[in-house]
């Protein structure tokens, strides 16, 4: 299994940027989809989340409203759209893949991950 995130760089502050994951080696459409960051000397948070199908998502407060997760199971691509940046979203995100039902807002919940990308936010 590959998960492999891209379209990271860097963006000044209220800027926008698109993050892609794309899997394979695995059943794209039996998975849920996440996406956490991890800022130098925090833990990984947890940012978002899709279901399998695409149809739920949910988000951490602190991007509600600012970012958007979708999923194209032809394509075996998630996607995390985030808008209206601001410098405390700078981090490492990453994307993961869990096949698991019930909770979908910590890294046990999560069965593969992606390498990471950067996103830097400048004030």
């Known amino acids: 299994v590959q998960l492999q995130a891209s379209g990271g760089g860097l963006v000044q502050a209220g800027g926008s940027l698109r993050l892609s994951c794309v899997a394979s080696?695995?059943?794209?459409?039996?998975?849920?989809m996440g996406w956490f960051r991890q800022a130098p000397g925090k833990d990984r948070e947890f940012v978002g989340h899709?279901?399998?199908?695409?149809?739920?998502?949910s988000y951490a407060d602190s991007v509600k409203g600012r970012f958007t997760i979708s999923k194209d199971n032809a394509k075996n691509t998630v996607n995390l759209q985030m808008n209206s940046l601001k410098p405390e979203d700078t981090a490492v995100y990453y994307c993961?893949?869990?096949?698991?039902?019930?909770?979908?807002?910590?890294?046990?919940?999560?069965?593969?991950w992606g390498q990471g990308t950067q996103v830097t936010v400048s004030s």
């Open positions: 993961a893949a869990g096949a698991s039902l019930g909770s979908n807002i910590s890294p046990p919940d999560y069965d593969y």
């Open positions: 080696g695995l059943t794209f459409s039996r998975y849920k």
């Open positions: 899709i279901s399998r199908s695409g149809g739920i998502t």
